[in-house]
């Protein structure tokens, strides 16, 4: 049971506000901004504020979604994961019926918003976040947001190419608009999105790795058809001795050894366990056909290498390499090193390498960090160079100045080194959709179909 629902924009603005039951003061919005804006922990000149936190009585929940805060507020004691789920969901459910999740969309559309919220929630109590159950009840139709003119923030951000888009930010389409003339694009989304976990030592070894992957989906088709979804033929799942998935038996080069997964409720796994396909009806939205989880040894998209020396009493020199392991064909987007400093650096200057064009580097003072960016350089009107391609590696040397004389070991002060990238057409773990079949209703039936990868890091670090 929750009190109030609302949705704050970066800069703290109200966006939407639903107030189910009258329990908990005016102005919590206002609360709710400060203390995440300004929160700290004891010992700590900087923190993020928890998911979860408590002021004066007042439960808050909070995930951010597109660069926008979902935030729920209860003064009764309810289970956490609960609304945070829920807060995803009616995140997930506005976005279908928006098309796209924005700042500009919720007030465009803050009509069918609240339509929805009262659906979904009454009183406090959740109804239902079902996009298709909800179709019978929502009458307003969404007001087109041009997606291009965006910031990249969502899902569809993830498969952009340079200043083109890939054809998939069709996906921005709402569940119940339809194009001009009152045509209808015939046409299925499947994405393969992996989000790996790795931990390299400070001679480069791996000391962890993980991915956790999901099968999203998103139709367009009409009458809904069947859906069957082949996936590896060599897919291993569980590490039982007696298990039907039994990861010894897998000797091939393109095995693919999965930890557990789970399955959509509208998928059928009939014929799984002998050719791995998945059979469903999609329903309306955009919905995770399958989550995965795998720790078996896989490729890291990115070797990292960091070392720090002293250069004298009031100085030291840190060098990061970089190399992209993935394929010459595959490009990154934009790659973001952080590296934390001594808290009595004063100074920082940086060298590159020659012809490093669209990479910066940079000292936040007021953290004591190290910044390297990695971007996309244009080079002229009709041409976009990219340094981030595969096979490529690229060196950061930066020279810093203390403030006092070191007396500590100035490598356990620093560090450990993070990366962020997102990595477009490429996935870690090998999973493949081998075909993806949609149920013929005529044979001049041949709707699109379009099927990519993405890996993102999810925590990337190598430590000194």
């Keep these: 049971m929750i009190s109030q629902f609302f949705v704050l924009s970066q800069r703290g603005d109200n966006i939407v506000f639903r107030d189910y039951r009258g329990e908990v003061q005016k102005g919590s919005t206002e609360i709710f901004f400060r203390k995440v804006k300004f929160w700290k922990e004891e010992g700590q000149d900087e923190a993020q504020a928890p998911p979860v936190f408590n002021v004066d009585g007042v439960n808050y929940f909070h995930v951010k979604v597109a660069g926008l805060l979902f935030v729920a507020t209860t003064r009764v004691n309810i289970s956490p994961s609960l609304v945070l789920e829920l807060l995803q969901r009616i995140a997930r459910v506005i976005k279908d019926y928006l098309g796209v999740l924005s700042e500009d969309s ?54 952009m190419q340079g200043s083109k888009r890939m054809p998939g930010t069709a996906v921005t389409k709402s569940v119940i608009a339809n194009e001009p003339a009152g045509r209808k694009r015939e046409e299925i989304f499947v994405d393969i999105i992996e989000k790996i976990s790795v931990t ?190 595969g096979g490529s590696e690229h060196t950061l040397r930066a020279k810093l100045t203390f403030l006092q004389e070191t007396h500590g070991n100035i490598t356990k002060e620093s560090g450990p080194v993070s990366m962020t990238f997102i990595i477009p057409m490429h996935n870690a773990s090998g999973l493949q959709v081998k075909y993806l079949q949609i149920a013929k209703k005529s044979s001049t039936y041949n709707p699109y179909r379009w099927v990519r990868y993405v890996t993102q890091a999810n925590s990337y670090v190598a430590r000194l």
Excluded at 128 to 156: C, M, Q, W
């Design 106 to 159: 919720l007030r465009k559309n803050f009509v069918l918003v609240y339509e929805l919220l009262d659906e979904v929630i009454d009183f406090g109590y959740v109804q239902s976040t079902s996009t298709e159950v909800l179709k019978s009840y929502i009458f307003n139709e969404p007001i087109a947001v041009d997606a291009a003119r965006l910031p990249p923030l969502g899902p569809a951000a993830i498969f």
């Design 200 to 389: 390299f030592s400070s001679s480069g070894y791996i000391l962890t790795s993980e991915i956790d992957g999901t099968i999203q989906m998103k139709s367009y088709l009409t009458g809904n058809p069947e859906i069957r979804v082949a996936l590896n033929e060599e897919l291993n799942i569980g590490r039982g001795s007696g298990s039907l998935y039994d990861y010894r038996s897998s000797t091939g080069s393109g095995a693919v050894i999965l930890d557990d997964c789970n399955f959509h409720e509208s998928v059928r796994l009939d014929s799984f366990d002998v050719d791995r396909t998945l059979s469903l009806v999609p329903p309306d939205g955009e919905f995770p056909v399958m989550n995965y989880r795998m720790t078996q040894e896989f490729k890291p998209p990115f070797r990292v290498n960091a070392l720090i020396e002293e250069a004298g009493n009031l100085r030291a020199e840190v060098t990061i390499k970089i190399r992209a392991e993935f394929p010459s064909n595959i490009t990154a987007n934009t790659i973001v090193v952080q590296m934390p400093l001594p808290k009595y650096t004063t100074r920082a200057t940086f060298e590159l390498d020659r012809g490093a064009a669209g990479q910066t580097a940079d000292f936040k003072e007021a953290n004591k960090k190290l910044e390297w960016s990695l971007k996309k350089a244009i080079i002229s009107h009709m041409l976009l160079w990219s340094l981030i391609v």
